[in-house]
T-cell receptor, first 110, second 120 residues
Framework: KQEVTQIPAALSVPEGENLVLNCSFT??????LQWFRQDPGKGLTSLLL?????REQTSGRLNASLDKSSGRSTLYIAASQPGDSATYLC?????????FGAGTILRVKS | ETGVTQTPRHLVMGMTNKKSLKCEQH?????MYWYKQSAKKPLELMFV???????ENNSVPSRFSPECPNSSHLFLHLHTLQPEDSALYLC???????????????????FGPGTRLTVT
């Protein structure tokens, strides 16, 4: 059974700092890996999707990497801003479904 | 605007009530999903529909009954729920479900804002 773990569970950083969120998964037979952002009481916003054949994806200040063989992904956020404060969720795609990690709660202090 | 809408956004119901959650996608997708997000637990899949046919039931109790009348609409009918069913229920859609073999093309899922359900 696929298990997805995210470390750290919570992170508090000053504005402007670069940071890395980690995601690991136990079964490497995945279709893709997605990073989402969730604001309190809201739905999910897709940030980046990495297909299983890809190594990384970039969007603005965000960069996500995927090492399928070792079962790891990282989300790098450059020059963090208070507006980046949210819960970040990692999910791996198996046939017909996404399996989610518990998330990392990020707080960026101004 | 995500292209996936859910109503109602908030719902409070008693354990003997019957209610329904509605999801609508405006993206022309063929697959739709229900997920449950409980406090202190990861998001978990409940049901998957592809072209109005249910293709996955993730061991969900029968007090949750999904319905997909067409590829744009998905319902979750609720009856005789328990307080532990209180959660955020999220709907998602994708162009298709994933193919048979891992490593093939896969499709991004787009999520609605969710319905916050409280069972009293």
């Amino acid at each position: 059974k696929q298990e997805v773990t995210q470390i750290p569970a919570a992170l508090s950083v000053p504005e402007g700092e670069n940071l890395v969120l980690n995601c690991s998964f136990t079964d490497s037979a995945i279709y893709n890996l997605q990073w989402f952002r969730q604001d309190p009481g809201k739905g999910l916003t897709s940030l980046l999707l990495i297909q299983s054949s890809q190594r990384e994806q970039t969007s603005g200040r965000l960069n996500a990497s995927l090492d399928k063989s070792s079962g790891r992904s990282t989300l790098y956020i450059a020059a963090s801003q208070p507006g980046d404060s949210a819960t970040y969720l990692c999910a791996v795609s198996e046939r017909n479904k996404l399996v989610f990690g518990a998330g990392t709660i990020l707080r960026v202090k101004s | 605007e995500t292209g996936v809408t859910q109503t109602p956004r908030h719902l409070v119901m008693g354990m003997t009530n019957k209610k329904s959650l509605k999801c609508e996608q405006h993206l022309g997708h063929n697959a739709m999903y229900w997920y449950k997000q409980s406090a202190k637990k990861p998001l978990e899949l409940m049901f998957v529909y592809s072209l109005e046919e249910r293709v996955e039931n993730n061991s969900v109790p029968s007090r949750f009954s999904p319905e997909c009348p067409n590829s744009s609409h998905l319902f979750l009918h609720l009856h005789t729920l328990q307080p532990e069913d209180s959660a955020l229920y999220l709907c998602a859609s994708s162009q298709k479900v994933s193919p048979t073999l891992a490593g093939g093309p896969s499709y991004e899922q787009y999520f609605g804002p969710g319905t916050r359900l409280t069972v009293t």
